[in-house]
């Protein structure tokens, strides 16, 4: 049987995993060395290169979840995103770029592709026509993210990726919310996978990572910008991600059952204006989430009626964490307006539908029964608080 033939825990668990022939051990073992012997040997290898024995089989593990070719692993989120859309852009060209983004490629964009000349474009919307519509002939890319952070928009992956090679364009997506597990954009015609492995890969709030997955032809690509740029990740961090990933399926499953849950508890609250998850029959882009992914995720978000302070009532909560982050195993959540989003304008928050009152919410794998009891307790709290401020 084809190891990328086997189901996902099995591939969590197996794929990639280095054999301990000296002590029989059940796990990888750690190859800590930053510098290799370089005669009478088959690689040459070398930390900046990916290409340490922990590096290898982690970028093997991640080619197999992705339904890819091969796979690299980085420093970081941003790391991978940026080498990613790098190795394809020169001067002159121009890229397609969904309007509903994680904040830190806004910025990438925004802040630096113009001292490169690079043009870039944002779409009005996330269906395919708007990215069609958008197309230069100097467009080499289209880049997407589904579902949004955060207010989970779903993209027509098959749509955006059939327009991308209509007209000869790599398309590139960032599937870090849906994770491997709900989500297998190369199933769909995408080219070129993107994942913050500081979320769901890790899973822990305790790695920082990034990773990318493609065809080999794109790897190569890629791969001759990244051992230049830098992004490689330390072993150690490599031998955590990789123990990690092995619980991944078992994880993120247990995250999208209490998410749906979560999200169909607080759509049906008197003091919730509104509920963004996919898997609730009210939200717009339902079918099409049902299409594309197995699962829909363990994010969501949702606005406070306007009497409930959003700043009161997270400090109120005493099991929910207010955190930078996500996907941790822990729930956590935080407002978009501070964090993430914090560095785009008002006005561009504004046009995608981000409002200061907006609540990420990164469901972890506790008993549901609590965390309604941690929301409760919270709403309470901010309205006793506010009628007591009030009289």
Not at 326 to 350: C, D, F, N
């Amino acid at each position: 049987m084809s190891l990328n033939k086997q189901g996902l825990n099995t591939v969590c668990t197996h794929v990639g995993e280095l054999e301990d022939k000296q002590h029989k051990g059940a796990v990888s073992p750690l190859y800590m060395s930053t510098s290799y012997a370089f005669d009478d040997v088959d690689v040459k290898r070398y930390p900046r290169y990916f290409n340490t024995p922990n590096q290898e089989g982690l970028c093997k593990k991640i080619a197999a979840l992705e339904h890819a070719e091969s796979a690299l692993i980085f420093g970081s989120g941003m790391a991978a995103v940026s080498t990613a859309l790098m190795a394809f852009l020169r001067a002159g060209d121009h890229v397609v770029l969904q309007q509903t983004l994680y904040g830190g490629t806004y910025n990438l964009v925004t802040e630096e592709f113009s001292k490169y000349g690079i043009e870039y474009t944002f779409t009005q919307g996330w269906e395919p026509k708007d990215f069609e519509a958008k197309i230069k002939e100097n467009t080499k890319v289209i880049y997407v993210e589904t579902p949004s952070n955060p207010l989970l928009t779903i993209t027509d992956i098959a749509g955006v990726s059939a327009i991308a090679k209509k007209h000869n364009i790599v398309s590139m997506i960032d599937n870090t919310f849906a994770s491997p597990v709900n989500q297998n954009p190369i199933d769909f015609g995408i080219d070129i996978v993107i994942h913050s492995a500081t979320k769901y890969m890790g899973g822990h709030s305790d790695i920082c990572a990034g990773a990318v997955a493609s065809s080999k032809v794109y790897m190569d690509r890629i791969f001759q910008l990244a051992k230049n740029f830098g992004g490689s990740l330390s072993d150690y961090t490599v031998w955590l991600l990789e123990r990690s990933i092995k619980t991944m399926g078992i994880r993120v499953r247990a995250q999208n059952e209490n998410a749906l849950a979560m999200a169909t508890y607080l759509f049906g609250h008197a003091d919730i204006d509104a509920v963004y998850y996919p898997g609730l029959p009210s939200h717009k882009d339902y079918e099409l989430a049902k299409r594309q992914m197995r699962g829909f995720g363990g994010m969501l978000s949702f606005e406070l009626k306007p009497y409930v302070d959003a700043s009161k009532f997270q400090k109120s909560l005493k099991l929910i964490k207010s955190s930078m982050s996500l996907a941790g195993v822990e729930s956590t959540l935080l407002s978009p307006t501070q964090t993430s989003h914090a560095l785009m304008s008002a006005e561009v928050r504004a046009e995608q539908g981000i409002r200061d009152g907006l609540i990420r919410f990164s469901v972890g794998i506790e008993e549901v029964a609590d965390l309604i009891e941690d929301i409760e307790q919270a709403i309470a709290d901010v309205k006793v608080s506010t009628s007591i401020t009030a009289n």
